[in-house]
């Protein structure tokens, strides 16, 4: 079964700083992947995704993640994350062509002003 | 444009007693249907799907159990809730064929 692992618990960082968060998933074939966020309060809601072509993704609110095939890795970054980006972060994957999306563990973001 | 509901927002339920979440999809037919759980500390756990009227899929053994009554209508339920039961209950849904979902605002159930 595949599973995606998500290392970075709770983040703290003071505003301007850059962000990374790490994603790991075990899935070896053809994947879909995902970042999804839940600011406090609100619907989990999608930041960005890849399925294919170039593997630097790029989302909404400045957000961009990288997909390395040999790392299985789809890492989040920021290059200055600001007050409103407190919240938690979802990393997930889905087999090509399926629905079944497994989550990982949630980070934990919070930005200090 | 679409929209997904979920009732109640919050429930306190004691141990043994029963259980009914109720989401609902509006501006969209036929979807596929999700229901998870989001324990404290933990992510999300895909606990029933669906792709149609009365198809439920469980990936997870448990005392809970899905309906779907109705295309935009999915239901889940406990006959006796377990301390174990309490979290965070997130409906979603996709289109046929997409594999993009879509939450709802969740429901936080407390057994105690």
């Known amino acids: 079964a595949q599973s995606v692992s998500q290392h970075n618990h709770h983040v703290i960082l003071s505003e301007a700083a850059s962000l990374e968060l790490g994603c790991n998933y075990s899935y070896g074939g053809t994947v879909n992947l995902f970042w999804y966020v839940q600011y406090p309060g609100q619907h989990l809601q999608l930041l960005l995704k890849y399925f294919s072509g170039d593997p630097l993704v790029k989302g909404i609110k400045g957000f961009e993640a990288e997909f390395i095939k040999s790392k299985f890795s789809f890492n989040l970054r920021k290059p200055s994350v600001q007050w409103s980006d407190t919240a938690e972060y979802f990393c997930?994957?889905?087999?090509?062509?399926?629905?079944?999306?497994?989550f990982g563990g949630g980070t934990r973001l919070m930005v200090k002003p | 444009s679409q929209t997904i509901h979920q009732w109640p927002a919050t429930l306190v339920q004691p141990v043994g007693s029963p259980l009914s979440l109720e989401c609902t999809v509006e501006g969209t037919s036929n979807p596929n249907l999700y229901w998870y759980r989001q324990a404290a500390g933990r992510g999300l756990q895909l606990l029933f799907y669906s792709v149609g009227i009365g198809q439920i899929s469980s990936e997870v053994p448990q005392n809970l159990s899905a309906s779907r009554p109705q295309d935009r209508q999915f239901i889940l339920s406990s006959k006796k809730l377990l301390l174990s039961d309490s979290g965070f209950y997130l409906c979603?849904?996709?289109?046929?064929?997409?594999?993009?979902?879509?939450f709802g605002p969740g429901t936080r159930l407390t057994v105690l």
């Open positions: 979603a849904w996709s289109a046929q064929g997409a594999d993009e979902q879509f």
């Open positions: 997930a994957v889905n087999r090509h062509a399926g629905n079944m999306l497994t």
